[in-house]
């Protein structure tokens, strides 16, 4: 088995069971058609999807979608293609872009970096923005945090020069591994002063977010841009 393979084998998420409700269920067989991605469609291109070349937003692990469709409604000049693995967001996320009647928004039901490796052409995101991943907090489950060198290794060559990467989270050790492996790559650039975190940026409260916020955790935003 290949480095690339065992890593891609070793989930950073676990699919939970729990049913969709029926207006989940409905959104999923009316909309799908429409919004869905499927990862045997091949590579993107925005042109044929969008009828345009707006810039392009890809976010991971949209959750139940909220923060992602109000940024969409916000941004009529971007497209965004979010993707996730929980199917009652699924079915959330395709109701409230029915219900906006958005068209700069579509979705894959899939594995992130699986849709990155197969459907992203490289230099063709302008952003990419990754919200309170899992925390995966005990250490033996480390090894499932999203954000490492080698995931930050597959996604860079899909960001534009110049583009954007976003995160965000509420854990702190979270958040200095994010700085401590960002920080290790040349190419990327912090857009706060070198070894800080973002206290400048732009994004609507997320789902998890508020959920921290009750818990009384903190939290802490990396932005870093494409340099070469
Ligand atoms: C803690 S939740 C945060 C959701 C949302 N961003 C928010 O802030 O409310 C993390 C989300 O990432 C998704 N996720 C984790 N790993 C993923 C992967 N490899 N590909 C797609 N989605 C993933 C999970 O299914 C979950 O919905």
């Not at 969709?20 to 999807?49: C, D, F, H, M």
């Not at 995931?151 to 702190?172: C, M, N, R, S, Y």
Request: proline share 4%; hydrophobic share 40%; glycine share 8%.
């Amino acid at each position: 088995m290949s480095d690339t393979q065992h890593r891609r084998d070793i989930k950073s998420y676990v699919v939970r069971g729990g049913r969709l409700t029926v207006s989940q269920q409905k959104a999923l067989e009316n909309y799908w058609p429409e919004y869905g991605l499927e990862r045997n469609q091949g590579i993107v291109e925005s042109q044929l999807l969008f009828g345009n070349d707006h810039p392009l937003v890809f976010e991971i692990g949209f959750g139940m979608g909220d923060s992602l469709v109000e940024m969409a409604a916000a941004s009529p000049q971007q497209n965004f293609i979010g993707v996730d693995v929980h199917p009652p967001g699924i079915g959330m996320i395709l109701r409230k872009i029915a219900e906006r009647e958005l068209d700069n928004v579509r979705v894959y039901q899939d594995d992130a970096k699986l849709v990155l490796a197969e459907c992203m052409a490289d230099n063709s995101i302008d952003r990419v923005q990754i919200f309170f991943p899992d925390p995966w907090h005990k250490k033996r489950h480390h090894k499932r945090r999203l954000i490492q060198a080698a995931f930050i290794e597959e996604l860079l060559p899909k960001l534009k020069k110049g583009g954007v990467l976003h995160l965000a989270t509420d854990w702190q050790n979270y958040a200095e591994q994010m700085l401590e492996v960002l920080s290790g790559f040349p190419q990327l650039k912090n857009l706060a002063a070198s070894g800080n975190f973002s206290t400048e940026h732009e994004r609507p409260v997320t789902k998890f977010e508020r959920r921290g916020e009750r818990l009384g955790h903190g939290v802490w935003d990396l932005q870093f841009r494409k340099i070469s």
